[in-house]
């Protein structure tokens, strides 16, 4: 059974650096094909897209987001680690990781599991 | 970033109904592309991907159609389950981007 969840902090101030983990488990990302995504939704708004990191430990960031944003791996861990610089109260939302669809041939980069979300608030 | 534009941003329906929900890319991205569910305070979960192919345990009553730069997700035969917010995303290429969601409320 594949599982995802995150952690880190429900509060951060404003200007500070949030650090979020994913840890997951049914799947290796040492395995060739497998990625893995962070995925934001402020509440009552639609979901956005924030960074992606594969097996092969390429990364992928939101085109406005990227000078924000850091994405790691721990494979031994099974954790991806998402750091996310000053933030600010726009930032508050729920974050989910989530894994990309694998598939013998390409069907595309879709979300087939997601963890529960976290709840992060920024705010003084 | 290609922008995708979902209609309508809600729409009102009865238990048995037949509901169409449309997804337009800002260009082409060939059939990837994916439908969520979502429902309060849940995470999202996947219905169709590659446009058309209904995910594992995914009631056949969902259908997904469509390619290039227009898409259909068809719900036939709404259930009271089937109440919550749609959401699709383009899965063609980095950086990813979704719709702007669609609420499927009661009648």
């Known amino acids: 059974q594949v599982t995802l969840k995150e952690s880190g902090p429900a509060l951060v101030k404003p200007t500070q650096t949030l650090t979020l983990t994913c840890t997951f488990s049914?799947?290796?990302?040492?395995?060739?094909?497998?990625?893995v995504s962070w995925i934001r939704q402020p509440p009552g708004k639609a979901l956005e897209w924030l960074a992606r990191?594969?097996?092969?430990?390429?990364?992928f960031y939101s085109t406005s987001l990227e000078s924000r944003l850091t994405i790691s791996k721990d494979t031994s861990k099974n954790q991806v680690v998402l750091t996310m610089t000053n933030m600010n109260p726009v930032d508050t939302a729920t974050y989910y990781c989530?894994?990309?669809?694998?598939?013998?041939?390409?069907?595309?980069?879709?979300?087939?599991?997601w963890g529960q979300g976290t709840m992060v608030t920024v705010s003084s | 970033d290609i922008q995708m534009t979902q209609s309508p941003s809600s729409v009102s329906a009865s238990v048995g109904d037949r509901v169409t929900i449309t997804c337009r890319a800002g260009?082409?991205?060939?059939?990837?592309l994916a439908w969520y569910q979502q429902k309060p305070g849940k995470a999202p979960k996947l219905l169709i991907y590659a446009a058309s192919t209904l995910q594992s345990g995914v009631p056949s009553r969902f259908s997904g159609s469509g390619s290039g730069a227009d898409f259909t997700l068809t719900i036939d035969g709404l259930q009271p389950e089937d109440f919550a917010t749609y959401y699709c995303q383009q899965a063609d290429r980095v950086p990813y981007t979704f719709g702007q969601g669609t609420k499927l409320e009661i009648k």
């Open positions: 049914g799947f290796s990302l040492s395995t060739s094909g497998m990625r």
């Open positions: 990191i594969d097996w092969d430990d390429d990364k």
């Open positions: 989530a894994r990309i669809l694998t598939s013998g041939s390409f069907v595309g980069d879709a979300f087939d599991i």
């Open positions: 260009q082409g991205i060939s059939s990837w």
